[in-house]
Structures are given as C-alpha cells and as structure tokens.
C-alpha cells in the first residue's frame, strides 16, 4: 500500500537530481550558519555541489517529458537502441549527423541521422527516452539549453514543424541561420 498518490511520485521521480540538490543545500547551509569550525568550512564546497546538482537536476527534468510511450529506449556505451511496436533501430552518438525534433508527429519524435543508416525516429515519451539527455550531451556544440527549451515550450515556430536541434556538418550557407 502507497501512501504516496502515483501523479506525486511521478513528479518526484522527474525532479529527483533537483530535489537532492535542495536537500544538500540544507545540509550547506546548516553546516554553514551552524557553530564555527570543520563543518562551516566544509560547507562552502557542499553549497558549490549543490547548486550544481539543483542545476543539472533542473535540466534532467525539463528533458523529461512523460513516460509509457510507445516503445523502450536503451543507451549503452554510445549506441542508442530503439525497440518500437512497429519500428526500430540503432544508432552510435559518434556516427549522428543530425538531431531534429519533429513536432509534426504526436507525440514528438527525435530523429536521429546518422552516417550509413536509415533515420532512427524515438518518440519523446518512450520508456527510458529520458537516457538521451546524456548521450545527446556528448554532441559536440549541442545547445542544451536550446534543446530544452524546444523540447517544453515549442520555441518560436509552429507546433508542426520539424527543429534541427544539432548538425555535425551544416548543410546550409554559413550565413543562414539555423532557426
């Protein structure tokens, strides 16, 4: 029997990176206005750590937008695997020429192109999508914040459209902008 109702948990577990790093800024800030000595000093590293994780974990949870999507997500070591109801596939971080957010499709997709294969479309909301966060950080040049903020409120295009979010090599002028 859950004391806690499963919507509750669920946003717990979304901002669960953002939450230990409020719980480690309370223990800073106890040692820090607590008595003199060893612990205040150690304090000042702690609150460094804290904002770090509050910062990190706030970003983790804006990636996460939903679970029980259709098809499950896996990430080991550079590979990314899609197991879809009707499609499927795999990808290495290394070899990705291009991250798009497709909002066309319900719900939005990650299309992921790379060198020598097929695009590998992921919906948002699959199961274990919220591992994509790290891979795509290793992207060199990808804007994370850009990502996010693509990812939650739709940016300044139209819901409809396709976002290419990163591109190894762009295959535009360099004086046109990429959005």
């Not at 790093?21 to 003199?36: I, N, S, T, Y």
């Not at 910062?55 to 879809?84: C, K, L, P």
């Not at 903020?149 to 002028?173: C, D, F, H, M, Y």
């Amino acid at each position: 029997m859950s004391f806690i109702r499963p919507e509750a948990a669920t946003a717990l577990r979304r901002w669960r990176e953002a939450l230990v790093g409020v719980a480690v800024l309370a223990l800073a800030a106890l040692w820090l206005f607590g008595r003199p000595g060893l612990l205040q000093l150690m304090g000042y590293p702690l609150l460094m750590i804290a904002a770090v994780l509050i910062w990190v974990g706030v970003q983790r949870a804006r990636f996460r937008t939903g679970a029980g999507g259709a098809g499950a997500v896996q990430v080991d070591e550079g590979q990314i695997t899609y197991f879809g109801p009707l499609t499927g596939g795999a990808a290495a971080v290394a070899d990705l020429q291009r991250l798009t957010l497709d909002r066309a499709l319900t719900p939005a997709h990650w299309r992921l192109d790379a060198s020598d294969t097929p695009a590998l479309l992921i919906p948002v909301d699959a199961e274990g999508a919220d591992a994509l966060f790290d891979a795509f950080a290793r992207l060199p040049g990808l804007q994370t914040e850009r990502m996010l903020s693509e990812l939650t409120k739709g940016g300044t295009r139209s819901p409809n459209q396709a976002v290419v979010i990163w591109e190894k090599q762009p295959l535009r002028p360099p004086h046109a902008r990429l959005h």
